[in-house]
């Protein structure tokens, strides 16, 4: 069974940055497959924000475009997501997770199948 682990998550002011991080334990290679980050903040549905899949391939929703960058490393297998420019709005718990997808790559939580325990980014004006 995959388990995946968030970290990096914390306060910050508006315009500041975080480097999230999420890392496996299990066998399956992230490599193989699509990842994505999500994020809910209280009261609303969980939120896609960007994939990655297993050819490198990026998609970002339009709200974190430009400011959000998703990464992973094959050797030690490891996903990650750089904030930069965070604003208020973005506060919510974010989330990693896989999909049994290893292209085209789901934007909503439905394909995917593994996921972390979340990390808390919260964004103070």
């Known amino acids: 069974q995959v388990q995946l682990v968030e970290s990096g998550g914390g306060s910050v002011q508006a315009g500041g940055s975080l480097r999230l991080t999420c890392t496996k334990s299990?066998?399956?290679?992230?490599?193989?497959?699509?990842m994505a980050w999500f994020r809910q903040a209280p009261g609303k549905e969980r939120e896609g924000l960007t994939t990655i899949d297993a050819d490198g391939r990026t998609w970002y929703i339009d709200s974190v475009k430009g400011r959000f960058t998703i990464s992973k490393d094959n050797d030690p297998n490891t996903l990650y997501l750089q904030m930069n420019d965070l604003k208020p709005e973005d506060t919510a718990i974010y989330y990693c997770a896989r999909s049994f997808r290893r292209r085209l790559c789901a934007r909503t939580t439905e394909e995917y199948v593994n996921w972390g325990q979340g990390t808390q980014v919260t964004v103070s004006s």
């Open positions: 299990g066998y399956t290679e992230y490599s193989n497959y699509c």
